[in-house]
């Protein structure tokens, strides 16, 4: 079992950053695929950023709808067994629960049925 705290949500105006941290115990997380994903009130969970146990693949939202890539970036320090998401330029568009999640499976992926763990989530709010 891998038990996931998410922490470094709040509240922030338009155009300022966050960082959000996830701490893993019960297993390393140097094997495992990480992601961050999100979730507005009345809107369905989504994939916002995510990457394979080494940090080198990633996968970050890009649509021509919504997009993080250039805003946020994800990280890790599998010696602290922590996942970041830095998140620059927020929109009021980004509030939402934040969600950090790890798959079993070592890659990256973008799907929140392919995550195996879920932290319990952490509230961010962009005024404007």
């Known amino acids: 079992q891998v038990q996931l705290v998410e922490s470094g949500g709040g509240l922030v105006q338009a155009g300022g950053s966050l960082r959000l941290s996830c701490t893993a115990s019960g297993r390393t997380i140097s094997t495992l695929g990480m992601g961050w994903f999100r979730q507005a009130p009345g809107k369905e969970r989504e994939s916002v950023a995510a990457?394979?146990?080494?940090?080198?693949?990633?996968?970050?939202?890009?649509s021509y709808a919504d997009s993080v890539k250039g805003r946020f970036t994800i990280s890790r320090d599998n010696a602290k067994n922590t996942v970041y998401l830095q998140m620059n330029s927020l929109k009021p568009e980004d509030t939402a629960v934040y969600y950090c999640?790890?798959?079993?499976?070592?890659?990256?992926?973008?799907?929140?049925?392919?995550?195996?763990?879920w932290g319990q989530g952490t509230q961010v709010t962009v005024s404007s």
């Open positions: 999640a790890a798959r079993r499976a070592s890659g990256v992926h973008y799907v929140a049925s392919a995550y195996d763990y």
């Open positions: 990457n394979n146990w080494s940090g080198f693949n990633t996968y970050y939202l890009d």
